[in-house]
């Protein structure tokens, strides 16, 4: 079946750094990405979609400049955490909207559990 | 706006029998409908949608879920609970007439199945 790649799956950075994480389509060609993020024991709150070629569209509260996201091709997207701060510290998990399918197919990564210091 | 609910944070359910997940949720369209599970530390691992046609739909590790129009629910089922289905389970809807594919989610269900 249809795979996404999310790499790292688990990061620790000092705050003030930048983290970037990259999600892979790795058997199918994917127009939007999506971005989560995870609290502990809540819910997904989604944060952007990512559409290749395009800029992210954002979720009302997230700050853009601090989470830069790059759909550069049909199988990767990029989420950067810029100048990370404690409060940063989260799950984030992407997914993947494989192409042609209306919406039908969706796949998940593997999570990236960031820690900021 | 979009939006699922699943009531209950949790639900204990003894191994062998049958378990009931709640869901429902609010579109101005019509849904597609899907459960995930997630383990620890994990991401989603797909078990179900309902797209169109008959609803009830069957998935991954016996699970089904039956789609009520008229009640607005997409319960997860299982006729017999295993311990190793202790996990988060999530509800999530998306808006076939929305040309975002935003996939929203339910708050999660912990399903705890006790030997």
């Known amino acids: 079946g249809a795979v996404v790649s999310q790499h790292p799956s688990r990061v620790i950075c000092k705050s003030g750094t930048s983290v970037k994480i990259e999600c892979r389509s790795l058997d199918f060609q994917a127009t939007t990405m999506f971005w989560y993020r995870q609290f502990p024991k809540q819910s997904l709150m989604l944060m952007a979609t990512?559409?290749?070629?395009?800029?992210?569209?954002?979720e009302q509260g997230v700050e853009k400049d601090k989470f830069l996201i790059n759909h550069a091709s049909l199988t990767l997207s990029t989420l950067t955490v810029t100048s990370a701060h404690p409060e940063d510290s989260s799950f984030y998990i992407c997914?993947?909207?494989?192409?042609?399918?209306?919406?039908?197919?969706?796949?998940f990564g593997s999570g990236t559990q960031l820690s900021v210091l | 706006a979009q939006s699922v609910a699943q009531p209950e944070d949790q639900v204990n359910v003894a191994e062998g029998n049958p378990l009931t997940v709640k869901c429902t949720y609010s579109?101005?369209?019509?849904?597609?409908l899907f459960w995930y599970v997630q383990y620890p530390n994990r991401g989603l691992q797909f078990l179900l949608k309902y797209i169109t046609g008959d609803n009830l739909v069957k998935g991954s590790y016996g699970f089904e879920a039956e789609f009520n129009k008229s009640q607005t629910s997409f319960h997860l089922k299982k006729p017999s609970a295993l311990v190793s289905d202790s996990a988060l389970y999530f509800c999530a809807v998306r808006d076939r007439m929305d040309s975002s594919y935003k996939l929203i989610f339910g708050s999660g269900t912990r399903l705890l199945v006790r030997p």
């Open positions: 997914s993947a909207d494989q192409i042609g399918q209306g919406g039908e197919k969706l796949f």
């Open positions: 990512s559409n290749e070629g395009s800029k992210a569209t954002y």
């Open positions: 579109v101005s369209g019509n849904p597609y």
